[in-house]
T-cell receptor, first 112, second 114 residues
């Protein structure tokens, strides 16, 4: 079983729609839950992270972690064409920043 | 501020050849990692380092070597290239604070082994 499972997509939605991206993880020892965004032919960039559990909001983006069900979600409100990218969920232990485990990624396309 | 610099950006190797992918960071981060990205598989950890002189294996280390003689540099060596090593390789440099963390990635090296 992979440590992080991510809904594979691809996902195509109209501009302005609410987008929900989801992952599950299996190892409860991880404390950092992250979302990276990757544009075509670029390296990933950190979009948001939460430490421990709960919700975190940043503008149109909300990251949510439910540790009881080992579920990680990213919500995008009022989606824009510029949000079109691959979104990677990731988990990281509290003791190391070099052992990030990534999901397989979801390619998102926002149609104008 | 350059961040994470990877060289080369593109490389074509013949089966059996060896090469070194270079990675340098100027953020004084202790943590550095190498990942490979294949279609539909996300990023998989090859090797990582928690400081100069300290390295360890990740999920897919076979066929690769690393060393970390300085904080800034973390080269990845392919010992004898195989077609299965055709991939996009990303180097990352990371920090870990009190409930804060972030990894910074280079632009990637696209490697083709023929």
């Amino acid at each position: 079983q992979k440590e992080v499972e991510q809904d594979p997509g691809p996902l195509s939605v109209p501009e302005g729609a609410i987008v929900s991206l989801n992952c599950t993880y299996s190892n409860s020892a991880f404390q950092y839950f992250m979302w990276y965004r990757q544009y075509s032919r670029k390296g990933p960039e950190l979009l948001m992270y939460t430490y421990s559990s709960g919700n975190k909001e940043d503008g149109r983006f909300t990251a949510q972690v439910d540790k009881s069900s080992k579920y990680i979600s990213l919500f995008i409100r009022d989606s824009q064409p510029s949000d079109s990218a691959t979104y990677l969920c990731a988990i990281q232990p509290y003791y190391s920043a070099s052992k990030i485990i990534f999901g397989s990624g979801t390619r998102l396309s926002i149609r104008p | 501020n350059a961040g994470v610099t990877q060289t080369p950006k593109f490389q074509v190797l013949k089966t059996g050849q060896s090469m070194t992918l270079q990675c340098a960071q100027d953020m004084n981060h202790e943590y550095m990692s190498w990942y490979r990205q294949d279609p539909g598989m996300g990023l998989r950890l090859i090797h990582y380092s928690v400081g100069a002189g300290i390295t360890d294996q990740g999920e897919v280390p076979n066929g690769y070597n690393v060393s970390r003689s300085t904080t800034e540099d973390f080269p990845l060596r392919l010992l004898s290239a195989a077609p299965s090593q055709t991939s996009v390789y990303f180097c990352a440099s990371s920090y870990l604070g009190t409930e804060t963390t972030e990894a910074f990635f280079g632009q990637g090296t696209r490697l083709t082994v023929v």
